[in-house]
């Protein structure tokens, strides 16, 4: 005789059947789907993310030249403000890990997704529309449960150039998120997490910060398919005008006849990397490297230790200068130009 059926146990010399055990329900992606049928009138948006200090100021320029609305808010770096209120509330409350989330819901997300969204488009009509926030990457998971048929734009920008651009320090836990996905460390490679310790060694925090930043760009991108662009900033520099009609046609948009106004590109912003210091490039490389191949990127011959010591001493005056501008704090916010962080308030 064979055994009994699944589902089924004996019990007395009789069969008797038993309920299958009850799935837990995932409140959470219910809440989210929930959100994302109020959001369908606006229609799938254009989103754009890197890593900060990667150019996209110049990309979102470009999307407004396609007929892209980009948002009411923005800072200086065209940057979404209202919608980095609401990655920051997702990063803080949530991020890296998406699935307590998607299990058990966020009863304050719902209201903080309608604001951001309503203060981003306003009352605009309807039309194509998107935002630019290089911190949308860490909340994909999120985004992209809200806004199924999305498209997505990943400006990559050499790792080099990137680490030499003065950031925000990873102080408070949001930014720590970024660079480390933890709000919990507190040194990494023996340097504390300290305005002082970015300020000696801010090229290796922004390295890592790219590292992470491009690497869970590519990986989220590539589950959207057919939706997901990878475009370079050097690219972009070196030919506008066949970056805009790259972007009209990943866009089904027609692109425009009359040429990228090309004062618009800073073509010097290119390989700056360059004239830092010797020490600090090769500090940052083994950082770097396997990623920079990942991305196409080679190392260049002509970054030499032995380089001359002028253009080392021009890297370190330039250096002096940039780390003046750095502010941080748990007010930080997007105000600067080509996405520098700076305190709105101290208290």
């Given at each position: ?115 951001a969204f309503q203060a981003h488009v306003g009352s605009r009509a309807v ?221």
């Amino acid at each position: 005789m064979g055994s009994a059926p699944r589902g089924l146990v004996e019990a007395s010399g009789a069969v008797v059947a038993f309920p299958p055990p009850k799935a837990r329900p995932f409140e959470g992606a219910r809440q989210l789907d929930h959100l994302s049928r109020q959001l369908e009138p606006l229609g799938p948006p254009v989103v754009v993310f890197n890593a900060s200090h990667s150019g996209s100021r110049l990309l979102a320029q470009m999307l407004q030249r396609l007929g892209v609305f980009m948002g009411h808010d923005l800072n200086e770096s065209r940057d979404s403000l209202p919608i980095f209120d609401l990655v920051r509330y997702l990063v803080e409350a949530h991020a890296p890990d998406f699935q307590p989330l998607l299990q058990h819901g966020d009863p304050d997300l719902p209201a903080r997704v309608r604001a951001a969204f309503q203060a981003h488009v306003g009352s605009r009509a309807v039309g194509r529309w998107g935002w630019k926030l290089p911190e949308t990457a860490n909340v994909m998971p999120v985004i992209s449960r809200l806004f199924p048929d999305a498209h997505y734009i990943h400006l990559v920008r050499d790792g080099r150039d990137v680490a030499f651009s003065p950031f925000v320090a990873p102080k408070a836990p949001f930014w720590r998120k970024i660079y480390f996905n933890s709000d919990t460390i507190t040194s990494w490679r023996g340097l504390a997490m300290t305005q002082r310790a970015y300020r000696a060694r801010g090229h290796l925090f922004n390295a890592a910060r790219w590292v992470n930043s491009v690497t869970l760009g590519r990986a989220y991108g590539a589950m959207m398919g057919e939706r997901y662009l990878e475009i370079s900033y050097e690219a972009v520099v070196a030919n506008p005008d066949a970056a805009l009609a790259q972007l009209a046609a990943f866009l089904g948009i027609d692109a425009p006849l009359a040429p990228f106004e090309r004062d618009e590109v800073r073509t010097h912003s290119v390989g700056k990397w360059r004239h830092a210091p010797p020490h600090a490039v090769a500090e940052v490389r083994p950082i770097l490297e396997p990623t920079l191949a990942a991305f196409g990127y080679c190392w260049q011959a002509e970054n030499n230790p032995l380089a001359s010591r002028g253009g080392a001493l021009r890297g370190w005056l330039n250096r002096l200068a940039l780390e003046g501008r750095v502010s941080a704090g748990p007010g930080a916010k997007p105000r600067g130009l080509g996405g520098l962080f700076r305190v709105r308030d101290r208290r």
